[in-house]
């Protein structure tokens, strides 16, 4: 699951940076410039928290039950409305 958030990350990456913003931000005029500039700061920001969310959660430990949890009693009307099956 990793490499294919990876490989999607990676596939808008190059299609946004290597395609249309990284050279439109070398070869474009002023006004071009500066708005492929910003978009490319932009997107760098959020993939960077993207990513740093991403990892966050993937390397967290899942947690356990706490030691002394019991599941709930039956609740005795609940109990009395399901049919018995034999």
Request: charged share 20%; hydrophobic share 45%.
């Amino acid at each position: 699951m990793v490499l294919i958030v990876l490989g999607i990350i990676g596939l808008t990456y190059y299609a946004t940076v290597g395609l249309v913003y990284g050279p439109l931000s070398e070869e474009g005029t002023e006004d071009e410039k500066k708005v492929a500039q910003t978009v490319l700061v932009t997107y760098h920001v959020m993939i960077f928290m993207i990513l740093w969310s991403y990892f966050a959660i993937v390397l967290a430990e899942p947690g356990s039950v706490p030691e002394r949890w019991e599941p709930p009693e039956e609740d005795p009307e609940v109990a009395a409305n399901i049919p018995k099956s034999e």
